[in-house]
């Protein structure tokens, strides 16, 4: 009757939990948890709870040699406008001048952006840790933004435009500002609802 209310949950096995309030049925975030998931829509906004593991977990920042994160600004001649792309390169990139690498074209889910693998799924950290534990070969990330039209509104030609834009600006863009291997062989693509083609 105060206005004042608490729930208790648990135990909550370790995690990375996503969650809203919905108060008089207005969904919202929690006001006192500067942890946010954001997107590129208004409805991808929740918050974030992390409940830590006993030991690092494999999505954890570890004492390892740790790759870059970079973002880049281009001009995409297909869609007539300038996008936004963030790329991995893995540790040792910059001081191995002679040395080209495969490509991993990374995809977010709906409503994700180009920020989401990184900030969210922390895709960085994992590959830190799996190229130290010597679990994977070094290669480069490319997280393009995965919409060709605007997110939230009329998603006609999406797919088309995006495809569009990705072989004809992402992937030369890429190609010509890396150390990347140009072959189909080198050059792999995942999805963020996990369907892998090459």
């Known amino acids: ?33 500067p942890q946010l998931k954001t997107g590129s829509t208004a409805s991808t906004i929740t918050s974030v709870l992390e409940i830590r ?16 994160i970079r ?14 792309l963030t790329v991995y390169t893995p540790p040792g990139y910059d001081k191995n001048r002679s040395s080209r690498y495969p490509v991993l074209y ?21 590959l830190d840790n799996l190229l130290a534990a010597g679990k994977i ?32 600006d992402v992937i030369p863009y890429i190609e010509s500002s890396y150390r990347a291997f140009t072959d189909r062989g080198n050059r792999d693509r995942v999805s963020a609802v996990g369907s892998h083609r090459r």
Request: hydrophobic share 35%.
């Open 1 to 33: 009757a105060d206005g004042v209310w608490s729930v208790t949950v648990g135990p909550v096995a370790p995690e990375v939990y996503h969650y809203n309030f919905t108060i008089d049925g207005v969904r919202t975030i929690d006001p006192s948890n």
């Open 53 to 68: 593991h006993p030991s690092p977990a494999f999505y954890d920042a570890q004492p390892v040699p740790h790759g870059d």
């Open 71 to 84: 973002t880049h600004w281009y001009h995409s001649k297909s869609l007539d406008s300038v996008r936004r």
């Open 106 to 126: 990374l995809f977010h889910g709906a409503n994700a952006d180009e920020n989401a693998w990184y900030r969210l799924g922390r895709a960085n950290l994992i």
């Open 137 to 168: 070969h070094p290669f480069i990330v490319v997280m393009p933004f995965g919409y060709g039209v605007t997110p939230g509104g009329p998603q006609t030609d999406n797919t088309a435009k995006f495809g569009k834009d990705l072989i004809e």
